[in-house]
Nanobody, 116 residues
């Protein structure tokens, strides 16, 4: 059974940086497209970015230029480097693993709080 575990969240001041990690177990990591989402209180879950097994990336306009998504297939890990954080980036951040023929897998989320 595929499981995802996020880590790296925390409290950061506006303008600061955080690096989130998502570790996949129970499956072949390289076949999955990995994505990050976030959900702020009272808001819908928002797509942020994805990365294919080959390392091709795509970003939403809200994070393009500030966030960088990478992956290490040897360590079954995807990383989301978040720079120049703003108070509106405060949310619970989730990673998702997707592959045709498999259900989508979600992690439990990690809280990011950015104080102004």
């Amino acid at each position: 059974q595929v499981q995802l575990v996020e880590s790296g969240g925390g409290l950061v001041q506006s303008g600061g940086s955080l690096r989130l990690s998502c570790v996949l177990s129970g499956g072949a990591f390289s076949i999955f497209r990995m994505a990050w989402y976030r959900q702020a209180p009272g808001k819908e879950r928002e797509f942020l970015a994805w990365i294919t097994g080959a390392g091709v990336t795509y970003y939403s306009d809200s994070v393009k230029g500030r966030f960088t998504l990478s992956r290490d297939n040897a360590k079954n890990t995807a990383h989301l480097q978040m720079n120049r954080l703003k108070s509106e980036d405060t949310a619970v951040y989730y990673c998702k693993a997707t592959n045709l023929g498999h259900p989508d897998y979600w992690g439990q989320g990690t809280q990011v709080t950015c104080s102004s």
